[in-house]
């Protein structure tokens, strides 16, 4: 949701009227509010591989959305729309009739809905020019845009930066994280390479909540001489630009965040895709390492490669520095004005863009 609040928020520098739509009971709500962006909501459920006892449920879910998805239309009359993927996409699309739209894809390979709303919009935006292998008829309607970051990220200088995070400016800097709800083998992993990693650098640890009591009993167990080094949170907000700002290497997943997260800071990275999902985070981690700007770990073996991985790379300044202009040199730092751009063309330069969550 982050990448279409940036482009919400390049919208609205344009003085266009906008409208979130979201699903129901969301977590989306609260935070899009916060956002100072107009929210509604719609009904929606997923048909695709939900198995045959909720298939019914969620087909009539889907039906009281297209029917909600109508009103929303009728009601805003918006002159273009805004498609980022999930459940609520699709009733909006089938409900959308003539109006033009933008579909943006994050990951290299999109998913199956976002590829069935890809038959369905004027424009389609993407990451990476890879996209365009995985969608239908490679056509002009593609454009390449990057991915859209939050603006606040890029607020720090590093001096605030290692303030704010209690970091000594003298010693190399590890990031990991896992995404907002953590990693489970990523967190276990590093907890059992501390004593190793905490010689040769500080870390600064995003744990997510699941995790976050093992995290903390973890640091009390530190010996002093460590433990000053090591700086856990279960989430970083506004400091989460900090953190990127400061570090010299990151460990995480592969989602579709890190195509655009780290490019933007050059940050190179120690990748671990999640398995026990499709391939798109093993696809957006083969991109980032075949542009030399990332190496990848299997989630499997993580407990034994993750200390060798991380020392090899902070013991050999060459190798990182050529990540890192490797992965600087895919940012494209404009992607949420880029795709603001395509909407309003698609608006004619009108007031007002709907976007569907």
Not at 94 to 103: I, M, Q, Y
Not at 298 to 310: H, T
Request: glycine share 8%; aromatic share 8%; with cysteine.
């Amino acid at each position: 949701m982050y990448p279409a609040l940036a482009v919400l928020r390049a919208l609205q520098s344009e003085a266009a009227d906008v409208l979130w739509v979201g699903g129901l009971g969301g977590m989306e709500a609260d935070l899009v509010k916060r956002a100072g962006v107009p929210f509604t909501a719609i009904p929606a459920a997923g048909v695709h591989g939900v198995g045959l006892r909720a298939l019914p449920a969620n087909t009539w879910q889907l039906a009281r959305g297209y029917f909600a998805a109508r009103r929303v239309l009728r009601s805003f009359q918006p002159h273009a729309l805004l498609f980022t993927g999930g459940y609520i996409a699709v009733p909006m699309a089938l409900a959308r009739r003539k109006t033009p739209s933008v579909l943006y894809v994050p990951d290299i390979e999109p998913g199956l809905a976002l590829k069935l709303l890809s038959r369905f919009a004027d424009r389609i935006a993407v990451t990476a020019e890879d996209s365009r292998s995985f969608l239908p008829g490679r056509d002009s309607r593609i454009v390449v845009t990057g991915y859209p970051t939050r603006p606040d990220l890029q607020r720090w200088d590093p001096p605030a930066a290692r303030r704010a995070l209690g970091l000594d400016e003298s010693r190399p800097v590890l990031l990991v994280f896992g995404g907002s709800r953590g990693a489970r083998s990523i967190n276990r992993a590093l907890l059992n390479a501390l004593p190793a990693l905490l010689q040769r650098c500080q870390i600064v640890h995003v744990s997510g909540q699941l995790d976050w009591p093992e995290i903390e009993q973890a640091r009390k167990s530190l010996p002093e001489g460590l433990s000053h080094s090591y700086h856990p949170y279960p989430y970083l907000h506004e400091e989460m630009g900090a953190a990127l700002t400061v570090a010299d290497l990151a460990v995480s997943r592969a989602g579709a965040s890190t195509l655009g997260e780290l490019p933007l800071f050059g940050l190179p990275a120690v990748l671990v895709p999640y398995p026990y999902a499709w391939r798109y985070q093993q696809v957006n981690a083969a991109y980032l390492a075949r542009h030399g700007a990332a190496i990848v770990l299997e989630d499997a073996r993580l407990g034994d490669r993750l200390s060798p991985a991380v020392l090899d790379l902070l013991d050999h300044p060459e190798r990182l520095s050529a990540m890192r202009t490797a992965m600087r040199s895919l940012a494209r730092p404009q992607a949420a004005q880029h795709i603001a751009r395509l909407v309003l063309e698609l608006a004619g330069g009108g007031a007002q863009e709907n976007r569907p969550a």
